[in-house]
């Protein structure tokens, strides 16, 4: 009950401030499980997805581990489905959660960036979504925010056709390495094929 109350709030406020546009609700598949990759501009991206598709699918997202930190806040997030993740090494505990999720028949949400970027453009991703994705084998959804969050401007949010991740095939440790950046590579790619203006951070 409280998530609905709380997506109601977030689409109303985000379409009379910030007028969000929605485009290629299309793609948006049918079924669950699936993975949300997007870019990450501002601290309101996941109310912006999650208030844009269709309130069916309830988007978990993985949320940096310093919010849960404060009781509020943590109670707040835990109830609209977000849980913590460690960014400064691979949380195991966390993917797990996350392949839990999908396994349900979830919908996650992700930002391979793993931070917000200052300038805007597209930054390098780290390989937890690529490696989510592919293990579980489940479709991505790309999607890229184009802002900036600016009152009554326009944000515009672009949801790209559903792709999977080929199988990891590897023998050592470093091709698996190398598979999974390369993996990234295509995620990122994905969005930025959404907003042809940007580039991605090398």
């Keep these: 009950m409280l998530y609905y109350l709380g997506r109601f709030i977030a689409w109303v406020y985000l379409r009379i401030l910030y007028r969000v546009k929605v485009h290629g609700i ?8 699936f993975i949300i990759c997007s870019n990450h501009i501002n601290w309101m991206d996941p109310l912006t997805i999650g208030t844009s598709i269709p309130a069916s699918y309830r988007v ?11 009781f509020v806040i943590a109670f707040l997030l835990r109830k609209v489905g977000a849980f ?5 090494n691979a949380d195991y505990t966390a993917i797990k959660r996350a392949y839990r999720l999908l396994k349900e028949g979830q919908v996650l949400g992700l930002f391979p960036e793993g931070s917000r970027s200052k300038s805007g453009r597209l930054q390098k991703a780290y390989n937890g979504a690529a490696l989510i994705a592919v293990r579980s084998g489940v479709p991505i959804i790309p999607v890229a925010v184009v802002g900036p969050y600016r009152f009554f401007k326009p944000v515009h949010l672009y949801i790209g056709p559903p792709f999977v991740l080929r199988p990891l095939v590897y023998e050592k440790k470093d091709e698996k390495k190398e598979q999974l950046e390369e993996m990234s590579r ?5 969005i930025a094929r959404l907003q042809p203006d940007q580039g991605v951070k090398q």
Excluded: T
């Excluded at 793609?27 to 669950?32: E, I, L, Y």
């Excluded at 295509?186 to 994905?190: C, D, G, L, R």
């Design 186 to 190: 295509v995620i990122m790619e994905n």
């Design 60 to 70: 978990h997202y993985m949320a940096k581990n310093e919010l849960f930190k404060n």
């Design 26 to 33: 299309e793609n948006v598949p049918g079924r669950k499980p």
């Design 84 to 88: 913590p993740v460690k960014r400064e």
